[in-house]
């Protein structure tokens, strides 16, 4: 039940862009993002409701398409300050609970 | 307005004791979860409280537990703990679920690190 999310780890130069993906075995009513820098708590990124809506947050963006029950971060032109790990966290459509995915681990280099 | 906060920071236990881990949600927020965090296994879910109310728990042992009070202050005990019990434990707070069912984002206070030898 756990979300999966590819690549588990990605190393980028700047300014280059990634995509972390995340993907649940559950019909989803909602996607959430979050980051965590090194020795730091999570921090919140955005929200996205079911209907494939899609968020921007500067130059992080993300879409959800419920009918594959996935969602994706897209991370455009990446600064050093990008590095860090993705989580996304699902709420299914059945149930209350909420699950954090696997997380990918990202890695920006001068 | 202060962020979540989580005492103790650290902590370091023996197998078979017990543990109570506090924490303080931001002030107006009335939902709290807790997660186990480990290298190997990521953020895993233990509960949700809201209003003083078990919302959800997630697939620990019985040793794990966990309250709110009316203040949503929250505290989880661990009870004879294990080894493998060594891990960060976040608390996070947020507003609770919207009229729609979503949850409103959570803020994470920044963890107990708790130690079993």
């Known amino acids: 039940q756990q979300p999966v999310q590819s690549p588990q780890a990605v190393i980028l130069r700047e300014g280059e862009d990634a995509v972390i993906n995340c993907s649940s075995s559950?019909?989803?009513?909602?996607v959430h993002w979050y980051r965590q820098k090194h020795g730091e708590a999570p921090v919140f990124l955005m929200i996205l409701l079911k209907g494939g809506e899609q968020k921007g947050h500067e130059k992080i963006s993300a879409s959800f398409n419920e009918k594959k029950q996935q969602s994706s971060l897209y991370l455009t032109a990446s600064q050093l300050s990008y590095s860090g790990t993705y989580f996304c966290g699902t709420l299914p459509n059945t149930g209350n609970q909420f699950y954090f995915g696997t997380g990918t681990s990202l890695t920006v280099i001068p | 307005k202060a962020g979540v906060t989580q005492t103790p920071r650290y902590l370091i236990k023996t197998r078979g004791q017990q543990v109570t881990l506090s924490c303080s949600p931001i002030?107006?927020?009335?939902?709290v979860s807790w997660y186990q965090q480990t290298p190997g296994q990521g953020l895993q879910f233990l509960f949700e409280y809201f209003s003083e109310t078990q919302r959800n728990k997630g697939n620990f042992p019985g040793r794990f537990s966990g309250r709110q009070f009316s203040n949503s202050r929250s505290e989880m005990n661990v009870s004879t703990l294990e080894l493998g019990d060594s891990a960060l434990y976040l608390c996070a707070s947020s507003l609770g679920r919207r009229t729609s069912g979503d949850t409103y984002e959570q803020y994470f206070g920044p963890g107990t690190r708790l130690t079993v030898t």
């Open positions: 559950k019909a989803l009513y909602s």
């Open positions: 002030s107006g927020h009335r939902s």
